[in-house]
């Protein structure tokens, strides 16, 4: 019995898979085991083809091919390779696949093809040590090259797949490994990408100042932050230029990134920037949170997660998030199984101040009564708007007003923020740190904890909020390139709670 080593996707995560065959005597026939989906069950069709094609005889003897271990579901056309060269090379004694992972989906004349689950099925075996060696077609080896710590081996076809294995001098189908072209900064020996190109930009919006260094600030420091105000006051169009702002990336989360694309079935890019995802009011629990598939909370790990007409989201939606707004963390519990996600991303969130919208208004008249309005913010709780660390209550834009910063000017700010928290040993940004970095990184004096301990008072703040505040203060410390949280960070941070 020969061995050859390939994975398969489950939920997030690769499961490696040995496929295995047999040839014994009786009836000619051909069958693959192990709990396959239909694509695996379909791929005897492609690799008899590519055989007999390449003028390979089949084998007249009874062929099981095993996938193990049995009772996890295997999905995926790249078990077409590996399967292929179990049996082309049956007779060969002296083969041996051990030292392989192998991947890839034939064609009928026996090209070898790219599929969709092979950069994420690679990445994550590789996050865990788990490959060394890896044997592909040219445009996966194209993608999978960004991986670190792996060597690549490149074939196009099956005939250049048998003759790699009969071969000795193995090097000669190594591929070289690409790097990615992009600005990037070194600190305490790593390296950070970032793109400088702003697409959308802060110099678009008039006016607005207030909420534009509240956007700075969460951009620095990854900090939750809700915008409040009338329609047309431009809570969507910050929301939306907060992406091209954002600190610079490590290599882990530009490939996370990508692998996020692969398993929607798009090309990765591997451009150093975040992603942005904006569901619609009307998506159901189970397409944020996840269920059966990846929710929308998942998908943007190391990303920004945008809910615009916030109290228009379901309140089964927004209790569910406060799970992984405070731990970063979400386990989603199914029939036999749970599944741990990181959540890691950046809730941005934008809401009118009543239901018709123009109760700050000064242009137009509220329609809302007492009742509406209450029925309106009732629908965010107050455990949920605790997890919320910059609020913003934003104006009526006047067409006279100028702009009088960009996002290259921003960026900046943000760059050199982000390089003072990368300096101090900080693994998380501000806004992500625990009660124990809290307590290591936002130091405050006799003075500041005075000034916290009657705003606790004041505002009836709890524990919850007041690590809130002392993350802000750092960020906005950080923006002033300030070592110690002083008086005025901190002044400056308490005007950002939600009264």
């Given at each position: 019995?020969?061995?050859?080593?390939?994975?398969?996707?489950?939920?997030?995560?690769a499961?490696?898979v040995?496929?295995?065959?047999?040839?014994?005597?009786?009836?000619?026939?051909?069958?693959?085991?192990?709990?396959?989906?239909?694509?695996?069950?379909?791929s005897?069709?492609?690799v008899?083809?590519?055989?007999?094609?390449?003028?390979?005889?089949?084998?007249?003897?009874?062929?099981?091919?095993?996938?193990?271990?049995?009772?996890?579901?295997?999905?995926?056309?790249?078990?077409?390779?590996?399967?292929?060269?179990?049996?082309?090379?049956?007779?060969?004694?002296?083969?041996?696949?051990?030292?392989?992972?192998?991947?890839?989906?034939?064609?009928?004349?026996?090209?070898?093809?790219?599929?969709?689950?092979i950069?994420?099925?690679?990445?994550?075996?590789?996050?865990?040590?788990?490959?060394?060696?890896?044997?592909?077609?040219?445009?996966?080896a194209?993608?999978?090259?960004?991986?670190?710590?792996?060597?690549?081996?490149?074939?196009?076809?099956?005939?250049?797949?048998?003759?790699?294995?009969?071969?000795?001098?193995?090097?000669?189908?190594?591929?070289?490994?690409?790097?990615?072209?992009?600005?990037?900064?070194?600190?305490?020996?790593?390296?950070?990408?970032?793109?400088?190109?702003?697409?959308?930009?802060?110099?678009?919006?008039?006016?607005?100042?207030?909420?534009?260094?509240?956007?700075?600030?969460?951009?620095?420091?990854?900090?939750?932050?809700?915008?409040?105000?009338?329609?047309?006051?431009?809570?969507?169009?910050?929301?939306?230029r907060?992406?091209?702002?954002?600190?610079?990336?490590?290599?882990?989360?530009?490939?996370?990134?990508?692998?996020?694309?692969?398993?929607?079935?798009?090309?990765?890019?591997?451009?150093?920037?975040?992603?942005?995802?904006?569901?619609h009011?009307?998506?159901?629990?189970?397409?944020?949170?996840?269920?059966?598939?990846?929710?929308e909370?998942?998908?943007?790990?190391?990303?920004?997660?945008?809910?615009?007409?916030?109290?228009?989201?379901?309140?089964?939606?927004l209790?569910?998030?406060?799970?992984?707004?405070?731990?970063?963390?979400?386990?989603?519990?199914?029939?036999?199984?749970?599944?741990?996600?990181?959540?890691?991303?950046?809730?941005?969130?934008?809401?009118?101040?009543?239901?018709?919208?123009?109760?700050?208004?000064?242009?137009?008249?509220?329609?809302?009564?007492?009742?509406?309005?209450?029925?309106?913010?009732?629908?965010l709780?107050?455990?949920?708007?605790?997890?919320?660390?910059?609020?913003?209550?934003?104006?009526?834009?006047?067409?006279?007003?100028?702009?009088?910063?960009?996002?290259?000017?921003?960026?900046?700010?943000?760059?050199?923020a982000?390089?003072?928290q990368?300096?101090?040993?900080?693994?998380?940004?501000?806004?992500?740190?625990?009660?124990?970095?809290?307590?290591k990184?936002?130091?405050?004096?006799?003075?500041?904890?005075?000034?916290?301990?009657?705003?606790?008072?004041?505002?009836?703040?709890?524990?919850?909020?007041?690590?809130?505040?002392?993350?802000?203060?750092?960020?906005?410390?950080?923006?002033?390139?300030?070592?110690n949280?002083?008086?005025?960070?901190?002044?400056?941070?308490?005007?950002y709670?939600r009264?």
């Open positions: 019995m020969k061995i050859i080593k390939s994975a398969t996707f489950n939920e997030i995560e499961q490696e040995h496929v295995e065959s047999t040839f014994t005597k009786g009836l000619p026939s051909f069958t693959i085991v192990g709990l396959v989906s239909s694509a695996i069950t379909e005897k069709d492609r008899k083809s590519a055989l007999l094609t390449n003028e390979f005889k089949f084998p007249p003897k009874k062929i099981t091919i095993n996938l193990s271990p049995s009772e996890i579901k295997k999905s995926g056309t790249h078990f077409d390779l590996p399967i292929a060269l179990l049996i082309s090379l049956y007779e060969e004694k002296k083969i041996d696949f051990k030292n392989f992972h192998i991947f890839g989906e034939l064609s009928l004349n026996g090209e070898i093809k790219d599929s969709s689950h950069f994420p099925i690679i990445l994550s075996l590789a996050k865990n040590a788990l490959v060394k060696n890896v044997l592909v077609c040219e445009k996966s194209k993608k999978i090259s960004k991986i670190p710590n792996i060597n690549i081996f490149c074939v196009k076809n099956l005939m250049q797949a048998i003759e790699f294995f009969k071969s000795e001098e193995k090097d000669r189908f190594l591929y070289q490994k690409d790097e990615l072209e992009y600005e990037k900064i070194n600190i305490n020996g790593e390296e950070f990408y970032f793109l400088n190109e702003y697409i959308l930009d802060f110099k678009d919006i008039k006016g607005q100042e207030n909420a534009k260094n509240a956007a700075l600030i969460s951009a620095a420091g990854n900090h939750n932050i809700l915008f409040e105000g009338s329609p047309g006051c431009g809570k969507t169009m910050i929301s939306r907060l992406p091209y702002i954002m600190t610079p990336m490590s290599l882990d989360e530009i490939l996370e990134n990508a692998k996020m694309q692969a398993l929607e079935l798009k090309e990765p890019d591997f451009k150093p920037l975040r992603i942005f995802r904006s569901p009011n009307t998506s159901t629990k189970a397409s944020i949170i996840g269920g059966t598939a990846l929710g909370v998942a998908l943007c790990n190391n990303g920004i997660l945008f809910f615009d007409e916030l109290p228009h989201f379901s309140q089964s939606i209790e569910a998030l406060r799970e992984p707004l405070e731990d970063h963390k979400l386990l989603v519990s199914r029939v036999n199984k749970k599944v741990l996600y990181d959540t890691k991303f950046l809730f941005v969130s934008a809401m009118n101040p009543c239901p018709c919208g123009n109760m700050l208004s000064v242009k137009n008249d509220c329609r809302c009564n007492e009742l509406d309005i209450k029925r309106y913010k009732n629908r709780s107050e455990p949920f708007l605790d997890r919320i660390d910059l609020y913003i209550v934003m104006n009526e834009s006047n067409l006279e007003e100028i702009s009088t910063i960009s996002s290259k000017q921003i960026h900046d700010k943000v760059i050199d982000f390089k003072m990368k300096l101090r040993g900080q693994k998380e940004l501000n806004g992500k740190l625990n009660d124990e970095d809290i307590a990184y936002c130091r405050i004096n006799k003075e500041c904890q005075d000034i916290i301990e009657k705003a606790t008072q004041t505002f009836n703040l709890s524990f919850r909020s007041i690590n809130k505040v002392l993350k802000v203060a750092r960020t906005i410390a950080d923006l002033n390139s300030s070592l949280i002083e008086k005025n960070h901190l002044m400056q941070s308490l005007s709670r009264r």
